[in-house]
Structures are given as C-alpha cells and as structure tokens.
C-alpha cells in the first residue's frame, strides 16, 4: 500500500485537451514550411552552383529568393509548432495571415474563391477554439 487512505488518490494535473482541428492544421501549415524550406535550399544551391541568372534581377537573385524562401518556411514551421504547443501567439498570428490572405482575395474581386472561403471558416474556428491556448 502507498500510506493513502482507503479510496484516495494523487490527482495529476490534466493536459489540456489539443483540439482536433487545431492538429491538423498545425500538421498542414508545418508540411508548408517543410516544402518552403527544401525549395528555399533547393534554390540557393542550385543557383551558386549552377549559376542561374537572371540579367534583369542580378546574378545572385535566385539565391536571395531561396534564402528569403528558407526564411519564410522556418517562420511559418515556427508557427506550426506553436499551434501544436497551443501557443496564444501562434494563435494570434495563425488568424492575422488568414485574415490578411482573406483581405488580399477580397481586393481581388475573388470574396467567394476556394481559398477566401476557406481563410474566413479558419478565422472563425481559430477564434472559437482560443480557450485551449496560453
């Protein structure tokens, strides 16, 4: 016997509950960053080593655009991983680039694309799941 009385136990603090939905965009937003990232490394290694060049943007712009490609994935991994750890400012920022994708359709014409609809139920959802992150 561990010394309780009869009928007691230690109560564990419970890990708050990861919200289905949440999961899985925070699996898709990280294979984003993962593809942002291999393309970004693809890019500047084949453009010093190859020397792809275009004469209008320089000899080296390939490689700038895969750096800034490998910079924009780490970011956006960063924000999947903060989504899967239910971080309030993964959250925050996770709902400010739906929004904003959501505005740059709307100044298109396109309020009603695949792509707008989608970011605006993402937006909703985020915000009525906001509880679950700290």
């Known amino acids: 016997m561990s010394g309780q009385p009869y009928g007691t136990y230690q109560q564990t603090p419970e890990e708050p ?3 289905i939905g949440v999961a899985i965009l925070a699996v898709l937003i990280g294979i984003v960053g993962v ?3 291999i393309a970004g490394v693809l890019l500047a290694v084949l453009d010093v080593a190859v020397g792809i060049s275009f004469p209008t943007f320089g000899t080296y712009a390939v490689a700038v655009a895969g750096v800034i ?3 924009i994935g780490l970011i956006i ?3 999947a991983l903060g989504l899967w750890h239910q971080r309030l400012w993964a959250l925050v920022l996770a709902i400010i680039v739906f929004a904003l994708y959501f505005i740059s359709d709307a100044l298109a014409g396109a309020y009603f694309s695949i792509g707008a609809i989608i970011s605006v139920l993402l937006v ?3 915000i009525a799941v906001h509880r679950h992150f700290s």
Request: glycine share 6%; aromatic share 6%.
């Open 17 to 19: 509950s990861k919200p």
């Open 35 to 37: 593809l942002l990232i």
């Open 69 to 71: 490609m490998l910079i």
């Open 77 to 79: 991994l960063g924000v």
């Open 124 to 126: 909703i959802y985020l």
